[in-house]
């Protein structure tokens, strides 16, 4: 069956929704957005921009660099790095034929097979190891609750071409640090080991042979999976299977000397950074592409979707995705519930609001005002015109309204008086307010200055 066609007991509750299918049906349709898909709006919009503003300031600091992927990616590219055996590639994909072409499409449900597939076309690691890092739109059809939306936001950051546990160690500071920068406490940071390949299949016969032994409480996921891919049913979010896989043989007992010692490596970086963490051994992550070091940054104000960022190690993606073998590795962060923990802690940004208004009482003082308007933008100066042509301009009384609606500091006014003079009123909207001063519009700009001095 093709993965399109497979429909969940998600699907089913769907139902609800129109689908219009013909000519006449779509033009009646009632437009919304698609459920679980949000639409950003002003004024919290701002602090999406200020988060985006403070990981770019962070990642140059850390010498990571720019890299946008496309959201469309072919199918074929999540089916071999996330793994055929996960939620993701069995149920959660926005796949679909391109209607021209019949090629397979999917929109990305996450960005490092992407990034990954970048990289190797590009030849990127040709003259050494990258630092990257991603903000942008993902998708999967989940069921949509609080903190998890069918369209959400990740920001990524991935290290290739290092296969040492200072990168990983260094990727987690990096998080760490924008935790600081955000204002956020209460993360907890949660550490694993998922081993090499040869460890894993240790571990999967004892694995296998004790979820057999429980075969009475595993939900029809985990017996569909206890063949095909046994870690992931570590990952179940089911509480009734709690019990049987806390008392799964854990991966960390099958490690290996040289897995071992890097994670030992990792951890005394952490501590002697002050870093602190606990070991979960039953972190596996959601994609099959892990291994070594996996990690994931939660918190417990966010109800059951408490995961705010996670990672790993990938030494094999690459090499899978048709490169040259490069060891890999990354965090992604998902932006809506870190924003959601970052108003909870009362850090979110004011809102936006201009400099100024201009009250305009003459639609005859619109072409000064404009030129006026776009000298003070030029001096950085963020100024709002009252634009009522059409209505003729409105009154004083509601032009001051709207100023003082806009949160701006300061009206200009461009009454008919003061320009025969040619000068502008400046009032005071805030602070006690009404102070009033007549300025020469040839000194606005070193007003303007005092402005952004004050600010
Ligand atoms: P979860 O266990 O909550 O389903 P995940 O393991 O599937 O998360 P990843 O694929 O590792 O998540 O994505 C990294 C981060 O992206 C998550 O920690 C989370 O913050 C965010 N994220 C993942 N899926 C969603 C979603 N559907 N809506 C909102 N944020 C999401
Ligand atoms: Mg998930």
Request: net charge negative.
């Given at each position: 069956m093709a993965e399109q066609d497979k429909k969940t007991a998600y699907d089913a509750a769907d139902n609800t929704t129109s689908k219009p299918r013909s000519k006449s049906e779509f033009k009646s349709a009632k437009l919304s957005a698609v459920k679980g898909m949000n639409d950003i709006l002003p004024p919290d919009s701002a602090s999406w921009e200020w988060l985006e503003g403070k990981v770019r300031s962070l990642m140059a600091r850390y010498a990571f660099r720019n890299i946008r992927t496309p959201i469309?990616?072919?199918t074929a590219l999540f089916v071999r790095s996330l793994g055929e055996v996960t939620d993701i590639v069995e149920k959660e994909m926005y796949s679909f034929e391109d209607r021209l072409n019949g090629e397979a499409l999917t929109l990305r449900p996450e960005c490092t097979a992407g990034v990954v597939r970048a990289v190797v076309e590009h030849s990127m690691l040709y003259e050494g190891g990258k630092r990257l890092y991603y903000m942008g739109p993902m998708f999967r059809h989940e069921r949509p609750q609080r903190g998890r939306y069918r369209q959400f936001h990740q920001i990524g950051a991935e290290v290739l071409g290092f296969p040492g546990a200072e990168v990983d160690a260094e990727l987690i500071l990096l998080a760490n640090a924008l935790w600081k920068e955000l204002g956020l406490t209460g993360v907890r940071l949660e550490l694993n080991s998922l081993g090499q390949p040869a460890e894993r299949l240790a571990h999967r016969a004892a694995l296998i042979a004790h979820l057999e032994k429980h075969a009475e409480l595993l939900d029809e996921d985990a017996r569909r999976r206890l063949h095909s891919n046994p870690l992931r049913i570590l990952d179940t979010k089911n509480p009734a299977m709690k019990e049987v896989v806390e008392s799964a043989p854990r991966l960390l007992d099958f490690l290996g000397e040289a897995s071992l010692a890097h994670f030992n490596t990792l951890r005394g970086i952490l501590e002697a950074n002050g870093i602190a963490y606990t070991i979960n051994p039953r972190l596996v992550r959601g994609m099959d592409y892990y291994n070594l070091t996996v990690f994931e940054f939660v918190t417990d104000?966010?109800?059951?979707?408490?995961?705010?960022c996670g990672g790993g190690r990938f030494d094999y993606l690459i090499e899978q995705i048709g490169g040259k073998p490069a060891p890999a590795v990354g965090w992604a962060l998902g932006v809506e519930r870190v924003l959601e923990l970052v108003r909870e802690h009362g850090h979110a940004p004011a809102a936006l609001v201009p400099d100024v208004y201009a009250v305009i009482p003459d639609a005859q003082a619109l072409p000064i005002a404009i030129k006026t308007l776009q000298s003070l933008r030029e001096a950085g100066v963020s100024a709002q015109m009252h634009a009522a042509s059409g209505e003729g301009m409105g009154s004083m009384k509601s032009q001051f309204k709207k100023a003082d609606a806009s949160g701006a500091r300061y009206a200009l006014v461009f009454g008919a008086d003061e320009l025969a003079r040619s000068e502008v009123t400046i009032k005071s909207l805030r602070e006690g307010g009404g102070e009033q001063t007549a300025q020469p519009l040839a000194n606005l700009s070193a007003w303007a200055q005092t402005l952004q001095s004050n600010a």
């Open positions: 469309v990616e072919p104000s966010l109800g059951s979707q408490g995961t705010i």
